[in-house]
């Protein structure tokens, strides 16, 4: 049978989670902080299988109810965060059940096209891993599902990290000439949040709100700010889910890229990790030939996974 979510499905829906994908898997409090309880959760898309009393798989169709961004709701768009099915019930026809259940309501009401799984606010992977699920990638294909492009993942050990020498040489020119860097105090949030929301993305303005409300300490961000004292950009860990090694988000005013802004906002975010007793620093989603994906790469950081954002006319 395949049926919405009930209330008392949570933990089960983890555990058969888990044992679908060991290689990256979910406690229930996770689950429920990152789709639970998400603004834009409705019940009734989460669609669960169950056999013989049993959770034995389940897909996730999202649209939005609350927009990111002034009125804009996105009504034509949906998402699909994740699917799974039990190692136990797999061969039945069961995953494609699945996502054709959540691909019905998605088009019911409204969508003309849906991602994997590149939604926001809340996603537990960016898209799709297709070295690591293959059966995955064959099933999404068969249901129309086509690449867009491609984000990875990166990581960088901070075991024996130091700032390199030209970098503070940088850093101790810039703020010769009046340029300076440290915590934002709180009134300067309100000017942080907006470059965030008008010069980048609206969601980062909602992560590093969020993230101050939920009481992350405001020295987990960097910022940089001119002469006048105009924050140029910045950079942060632990902004998501708490979690001190994961860095960003991270950005520069396109006008002050080449300067040499970025590279000193990055090593003086990572000199804090190290400094909090963090092993390394991770992310999870950047271009591998934008700016930025050239500048980690240029850091020290390597690239761990690479997912694939699909998308399909419903």
Partial sequence: ???????????????????????DPIGYPRFRDLFLLDRNFDPAGLKVAVSNGRIVGAAYAVRRLI??????????TGWIPFFFVHPDARGRGLGRALLTAA?????????AEVYFSSYTPNYFLPGLDRPRYPAAERLLTSLGFEPGYDAVAMDRSLIGYAMPAEVGKRL???????????????????ALIHLAGAEFTPDWARAIREAVVAGMPLDRIVVTRDPDGRILGWAQHATYEGVIERFGPFGVLPEC???????LLLHLTLTRMAALGAHSAWFLWA???????RLYLSTGFTITRTFTILRANV
């Fill in 1 to 23: 049978m395949i049926r919405s979510f009930a209330v008392g499905d949570g933990p089960e829906l983890a555990a058969a989670w888990t044992a679908a994908a060991p290689a």
């Fill in 67 to 76: 927009a990111v961004t002034g009125a804009d709701l996105e009504p034509a």
């Fill in 103 to 111: 691909m019905d309501w998605l088009r019911e009401r409204g969508c």
């Fill in 172 to 190: 101790d020119e810039l703020v010769g000439e009046g340029y300076s860097f440290g915590t934002p105090t709180g009134d300067e949030l309100t």
């Fill in 257 to 263: 890229r080449g300067t040499g802004l970025g590279k």
């Fill in 287 to 293: 271009g591998e030939q934008s700016a930025a994906g």
